[in-house]
């Protein structure tokens, strides 16, 4: 494969591929993509070959590979599936031993994968064409058609290459699936599982274990502890080898793996096999070569992002992650850093990278770094999945210095609560209390002798040999006491250690010393000598109404011990990285020691988390000393995190000082070229600049614009308001006075629907536009219609004021509109009308509002299932009920309330609180003032932001051709997908979620 052929022909044949081409062109283009893309030489290729029984032909052929083409997969899917089977069975009969026989199907846009599984078809991956990515085809295909040793690590390789459409998924996860159903119910494989549904539990507050995110996130393990193998250019073959840790810890690796929940597989029949099939996967890739956190893409690429998103998952892109720790790391050769929430390990390996830089140019010997390192990057997660790709993580940014480490490398990356909701008072002292599922009596640690490290592994060996030997309780605890533990701790392990020996009699055992090792290393890291200069990281963002009944109980209680938690209607509004925020201080920072995580935009001003930033916190004091501002800079977490619109900043604080927040912030501008953007990208794309703090939200959940909004003139009944022109006979209608009669439409409510319209002269001051709430659409107005308004100076004419006037059309008009009003309106008990038609037209004074003329106003829709906003700088139009209005100050101010109601975050807020109609909510009204949408305020960069976007949105909007008899929801629809496609709309929504955070 040439240069200039990827470079010339590939985007080529890919764009062609994507248009779904005719069969004998897309053959040509298979053909050419084999040929050249992977070698595959003229003579191997068999078209049209015949089965050996007759019954069917296959369209290409390569080895052990077969290709149907079809001309549109998504109608021809089902034909694929019946005729696989057996294309694949007589490629498989031609095929060599061994050689694991795939067919693939293709209309050019899509490539679908099979196997066979035990005779059955599985479907194994699957891929759609990207003619802007053009070498991802052959990535994708890549593993399949050609393995290529010494592949480049990088993230989209990785994901393609394992992901959940990738062909390796596809196939070891069907054969997992296979295997849990042969032996799920071993008590041993049950208990790892409830143990590991118990973890998530803490880690998101609910009951998210299911067994297809467990067979998942086994996969993922086997892969992660597999490629911490490569790193060392250790052999895969040996899977119980690789899996416990063993393989690792004879090279003098500690920690880097061990055995835990997900070595299940190797006790069934066949586990080895995809174990070892799986690793051997691995191969290919230069994996010291590494120079971001690959494995985060890959962990994002399997797990779907919707449930990433509920599950309060937002993973920190690379370029952010390096820019917080050169920030907040100045020393990293003498910092002790930790990350109390690691996930995949972005933050700890770019710790690590810094770490290495400033050894190398201080002239550290190599193993003195990596020893360094050791000692002083520290990462502890919850999450099984996530500590193990940690661990992998934190190997990898060694790159080339794996080499020369110590003897001994231990990896500090530990499995453990770090919020330690699993610590409680226990007399004088505390204790850890470890579950142990279905409904057992938990397992009691001592806390004091958790927090020694060497006296606890010495005390963690006597309770294994006890278990090898089945010694005595008393015996145990006699051996502890000698290790140099307090007698009343040795007769709390003696105790745990009868359970454990129960345990070990039932066979759930295997597990108990990584989970005893593992959660009880917070308490270890939070005694004082062990404590860390820097917490860095990302916290789970997890807000309170989305908690199960247990977990809120708890946060609630946390919150309430440092001052932070508020209640009543913003109570919903609480978040779990908070608590990360002020337990995480307490517990894990030494005095004087410094905060830098990523966190919602909220934690800069919203009201639920003004305690973290005015320094009223109580049990630790943190006072913020910095904040990055990341509600314009672009894809952060975006569409993969499942939160496209989430806004994103960075909170640096210092332990044991006081004060609130700086005076200025510092902000990120720009769109980022991908989510997983480089450095240099972001260096490109992204502009400083020096800010106001975020004006602080106010507790009161309403808007100042509550009281400045109105409700539009009442204008019915329509068909003595809303006119159209009448024929006028051959004198032709007045300039001064146009012929007029009211105009019927299907909106007309009963009684008023038999009542004949009036008609006549009506002279030309009282013929005004008129905005309906059909007028309005996002950033723009469409047609008006016409009316007839009684309004002089401010004051609301009636018939016989209109002719004292001497606007004799004016009051004719009014005269036959009056009568037929008292005729049929409703009456009071004297049979009179309840109202005049004059006072139905000013209800409320909704009409003399409008006679105070201004030369800009906002206007915004009463109902409908979607609001529309935009702006009017015509001062004669008269605004219907059926419409909101206000006088702006400014057009700036009108374009940025315009803004804020145009989104669908707006939409979202207040939907619950919305009548229902037949089908849909329908009513806005007020609604959105429920809401604490601030007043314009033209020093705030946010607020001035959304102006400038809102501009250039009414002019896209401006420029959309819009039919002359669509109906205004195809207008409004047409005009939002052009904002959409230009994307000024993401950019408002982003903008409007840092403005109104949860």
Known sequence: MTDIWRRDRLPEIVRSMAARPRHEALRGLVTELLREGFGAAFSELEHERYLVDNSGRVDVAWGATVIELKTDLRREERDVVARMPDYLADACGRSAPGRTTVGLATDGATLLAYALDRGALAQIGRYDVEPDHPERLLSWLEPLLAPVPEVMPTPIAVALTFGRYSLAFGRDHAELQRLWAEIGDHPEVRLKRDLWDGLLRQVYGDDVGSDALFLQHTYLTILVKAIAARVLDLAVDDPAEMLSGRLLANEGIIGAVEADFFDWPLLAEGGDALVRRLAAETVRFRLRDVEVDVLKSLYESLIDPDERHDLGEYYTPDWLAARVVAAAVPRPLEQRVLDPSCGSGTFLFHAIRRLIAAGREAGVPPAEIVATCAERVFGIDVHPVAVALARVTWLLALGDLVQDRPPTLSVPVFMGDSMQWSLRPLGASAEVLVDVPPNDPPLRIPAGLASDQTLFERALDELNRGLDTLAEPETVQAAILREGATAEDAALLARTFSQLKQLFLDGRNHIWTFILRNLLRPVWLSHPDHRADVLIGNPPWIVYRHLSAEMKDRLREALQSYNLWVGGSLATHQDMFALFWARGAERYLRDGGSLALVLPYAALNAPAFAAMRDGSMQRVQVAITGGWGLERAWPIFGAQSGSSTTSTCVLFGQRDRTGGPPAEIDRWVGVLPRRDASEAEAAEALEHVRAAWPRPRTLIAASPYRRRFRQGATLTPRRFFLVEHAAAGRLQSRRDAPRLRGRVGNLDKRPWTTVEPPEGPVERPFVRRIALGESIAPYRLLDFATGVV???EGAILTAASAEAHGHRGLAAWLRDAEAKWNEHSNKDVQGNARMSLAERVDAMGTMRAQ????????????????????????DDVIVDHKAYWSAANSLEEAAYVAAVLNTAIVLDRVKDLQPVGQRDP????????????????????????????????????????????????????LIRLALEADGVAETIERLVDALLPL
Not at 852 to 860: C, E, H
Not at 862 to 873: E, F, I, V, Y
Not at 952 to 966: E, F, I, N, T
Request: glycine share 2%; charged share 25%; aromatic share 8%.
């Open 922 to 973: 329908r009513d806005f009204d007020n609604l959105v003032w429920t809401l604490p949408i601030p007043e314009f305020d033209a020093n705030d960069a946010v607020h001035v932001d959304l102006a400038a976007a809102a501009l250039h949105a009414a002019d896209v909007s401006a420029r959309v051709a819009l039919p002359d008899d669509a109906h205004f929801t195809t207008k409004r629809r």
């Open 790 to 792: 009684p309004m002089e």
């Open 851 to 874: 006679g105070n003329r201004a030369p800009i106003r906002i206007l915004y829709t009463k109902a409908g299932t979607r609001l529309s906003a935009c702006w009017l700088d015509d």
